[in-house]
């Protein structure tokens, strides 16, 4: 077969390999005349660079996310999601956020230590901290690297809430430490699920946990007394749309008592490989597809305004809204959780320090 840079590798979200947008070199595909593209491409093995951060804690002041601070214990996903908002931070470390960002992963294994310290600094306010914000805590490395177990490990003891959001049945490793941290309302946690369909699913996020996976996750946190919501996310126009109340009725069976959604979003980088991903992978339904997503745009790919980046605009995003509150009341599904609970929060110990008496 003759082989397209476009056609995603097996177990890959793309084939594509665009340069850095602040690269210096640029690289393009020839033909070297030994017919090596007409071959396919030897698998790509997964690559874990240790990166040694100064602080572990990110700030947020977005008037639209409902955190102001998370950790982000990996950069770059290898669940290879196509659509992923967070490609393109790939190319601040110079690599590119096709390929490279799901194959090419920093891991920080002093996440727990710098956490630490910066929960004991003078002055510091508890406020959940968000996990997954940006990449999947999660994700197919973490059972190996365990960085996010740590993580959780120091908010179990210092009672600190914690909020979790992913698209992996690894959670359920961790339960022992999410059942302690619910007793006392320090825990959430969502489920993202795109689609019920297996074979889509395999194509948009193929490092991802089945969504028949997902929900026995949500099951098995629901059963162990974990709050658990799921997130219909993204909201794929007529690729996914289609299923927005199917996803919230199986959830709700399974035991999720919150939801919620997000609309497609495409920035930089990711409108192209998300459009080549579509010319490829569903080639007869690729200009609906994009002229839905524009059409809750204003005419653009993307829309990256406080407020409406989330949602979208205009008639098609507002049927959506629409028919989710209605899905979701059907449903029985809470718009919100309850807040988490801050008041319990202790400040870490140093190594040999004992509490105070008082």
């Known amino acids: 077969m003759t082989y397209s840079p476009h056609t995603p590798l097996k177990g890959r979200g ?18 070297d005349g030994w017919n090596t593209l007409e071959e396919e491409p030897p698998r790509l093995a997964t690559t874990v660079t240790v990166e040694t951060a100064k602080r572990i804690l990110s700030r ?4 639209d996310i409902p955190f102001d601070q998370s950790i982000n214990a990996y950069r770059g996903c290898e669940h290879g999601c196509i659509y ?16 490279d960002f799901e194959s090419k992963l920093f891991a920080k294994p002093d996440a727990a230590r710098l956490l630490r310290s910066e929960l004991r600094k003078r002055g510091y306010r508890c406020t959940p901290i968000a996990l997954g914000a940006n990449t999947d805590p999660y994700q197919p490395i973490e059972k190996d690297w365990r960085i996010t177990r740590q993580i959780l490990e120091v908010l179990a003891e210092t009672r600190h809430p914690v909020t979790i959001t992913t698209k992996a049945a690894l959670v359920e490793r961790d339960m022992d430490l ?33 969504p028949r996976r997902r929900l026995q996750a949500i099951e098995s946190l629901s059963r162990a007394g ?7 996310a993204p909201v794929i126009p007529v690729l996914t749309d289609s299923e927005m109340e199917a996803i919230l009725s199986a959830a709700a069976q399974a035991g999720a008592v919150h939801a919620g959604y997000q609309l497609l979003r495409l920035p930089l980088e990711v409108a192209e490989l998300f459009q ?23 005419g653009r790919d993307n829309d990256s305004r ?21 899905a979701e009341r059907k449903a029985g599904l ?25």
Not at 311 to 318: C, I, M, S
Not at 342 to 355: N, V, Y
């Open 226 to 232: 974990v709050p658990v919501g799921v997130m219909v």
């Open 14 to 31: 793309t084939a594509s390999n665009a340069d850095s947008r602040y690269g210096l070199h640029r690289r393009e595909t020839v033909d």
């Open 84 to 99: 992923c908002y967070a490609r393109p931070t790939h190319a601040y470390m110079d690599l590119s956020p096709g390929l």
């Open 306 to 326: 406080f407020e409406t980046r989330q949602l979208g605009t205009g008639a098609y995003a507002g049927l959506l809204r629409q028919r989710f509150r209605l």
């Open 178 to 210: 999410l059942a302690q941290l619910a007793a006392d309302h320090l825990v959430q946690v969502q489920i993202s699920i795109t689609t019920l369909d297996k074979d889509l699913a395999r194509r948009l996020e193929p490092r991802a946990s089945s």
């Open 60 to 63: 947020n002041a977005s008037p």
């Open 334 to 358: 809470a718009a919100d959780f309850p807040a988490l609970n801050t008041a319990l929060f202790k400040p870490p110990l140093l190594p040999g320090e004992q509490m105070s008496l008082f």
């Open 276 to 298: 080549a991903w579509l010319k490829e992978q569903e080639p007869l339904k690729a200009e609906h597809v994009m002229s839905r997503v524009r059409d809750a745009r204003e």
